[in-house]
Structure formats: C-alpha cells, structure tokens
C-alpha cells in the first residue's frame, strides 16, 4: 500500500493546455516537496510546503497544500515541452523524519 | 561547486555475483541518502546516514546489501550476491545535516541483473 498516491500516472497534452496533478494521502504530513525528474537523471526539488494551505509559486507552476496536510496538488499553466518529465511528490511526517515518495506522474508536453 | 557524483552510470550483470556503487555527497554534507528506484515507481529509501553512523537502515535487505560511510564522506552500497530483482536505479542523494528539507540527488547508477 502507498502512503502517497499520484493521479494521474501518465498525462499527454499539447503544448499551451494547462495541467494539474495530484497528490494525496490518508496521513498527515509535516512537510511536502515536489520534485520533478528526467530520464536518466536524479529528483530535482521544486518546492517544499509546510503550512496546511500553504500556495507557493514557481513561474507557470503553482503548488498548493490541503489545509488538512494530507494532500498536494501542482498546476502548469501553458505547459511547454521542457516541463516533460516524472513529477513526484514526497512527504515527511516530521522533523527529522525521511521523506516518503509517491510513485510519480509522468507528463508528457507535446509540441 | 559540483553536485553528487554517482559511478558507474550502468552496470550489467549476472544473477549472483556481486556489484557495487560509489557516491561522492557535495562538500561539507553530513547526511547521505541511498534510495532504489524501480521502473516506473518513486525512490524508496535503503539507508541514511549521519556522517559516518547508519541512522536509519530498515528498509535495507541486511542479507544481501551492505553499506558503509567511512570517515563521513563517500559512501558505497554492495550487492552480494544480485538478484534479478535488484534490476533498478540505485540512486544517492546529500542534505547539509538531518532535517534540512532539501535532498541534492545524484544521477543515479541504472544495475541491470541478467
């Protein structure tokens, strides 16, 4: 069972839609990133939110937490073709505690 | 300043014998993460490391994984004897100390078990 669950697994739009993708879970969670990763490649963070409704901004990408800390969402606007990859989530119950990964989207911008 | 280094990139091997992969952290960070990656599945986490002393080993299959930190720098993950169920990316990654939200991976070595 996954302490995180992503939706969807695999999403393919054209260049310019807007996107979101999701992130939830039946735990509390005391920190949250999101990281996105490209073949061949390791994670790379983008955020880290801490704040039950916390939104934060990243150029076209908008993170926000649930109020409830339980669950994440990220948003693309205009996507591009360099915004394809493995978007994972992870979460940490506490200071201090590791990091648990989802299982990722994969999003794929076509041009 | 370079970032976490990993090596080999790849590796291809036969089932039972042995493999193991090298991680250099960046400079003066004093936790090190090694993670699995299988296929289509997020990192899970093997072992973490404060410095030279293994914190956190749980999710680490002690028969056949071994690790190890000396003097609190580069770490080395072993495989002995591989599985073809260790086909995956084993990846590293370095934060400056334990609770820094942030984990800097490495690009990870892809072990192919033939």
């Known amino acids: 069972t996954q302490l995180l669950e992503q939706s969807p697994q695999f999403l393919s739009i054209q260049e310019g839609e807007n996107l979101t993708v999701y992130c939830n879970s039946s735990?509390?969670?005391?920190?949250l990133q999101w990281y996105r990763q490209e073949p061949g490649e390791g994670p790379v963070l983008l955020v880290t939110?801490?704040?039950?409704?916390e939104v934060k901004k990243l150029k076209r990408l908008t993170f926000q937490f649930g109020d409830a800390r339980k669950d994440s969402s990220l948003h693309i606007t205009a996507a591009q073709p360099g915004d394809t990859g493995l978007y994972l989530c992870a979460g940490a119950r506490g200071y201090g505690q590791n990091f648990v990964f989802g299982p990722g989207t994969r999003l794929s911008v076509l041009p | 300043e370079a970032g976490v280094v990993q090596s080999p990139r790849y590796k291809i091997i036969e089932k039972k014998q042995p493999v193991a992969f090298w991680c250099n952290p960046i400079s003066g960070h004093n936790t090190l993460y090694w993670y699995r990656q299988n296929l289509g599945q997020g990192p899970e986490l093997l072992i973490r490391y404060e410095n030279e002393e293994a914190v956190d080993d749980s999710q680490l299959p002690k028969d056949r994984f071994s690790a190890e930190r000396l003097k609190g720098v580069d770490s080395t993950l072993k495989i002995q004897p591989a599985e073809l169920g260790d086909s995956a990316v084993y990846l590293c990654a370095s934060s400056p100390r334990q609770g820094e939200y942030i984990q800097y991976f490495g690009a990870g070595t892809r072990l192919s078990v033939l």
């Open positions: 735990s509390v969670f005391s920190s």
């Open positions: 939110v801490v704040t039950g409704g």
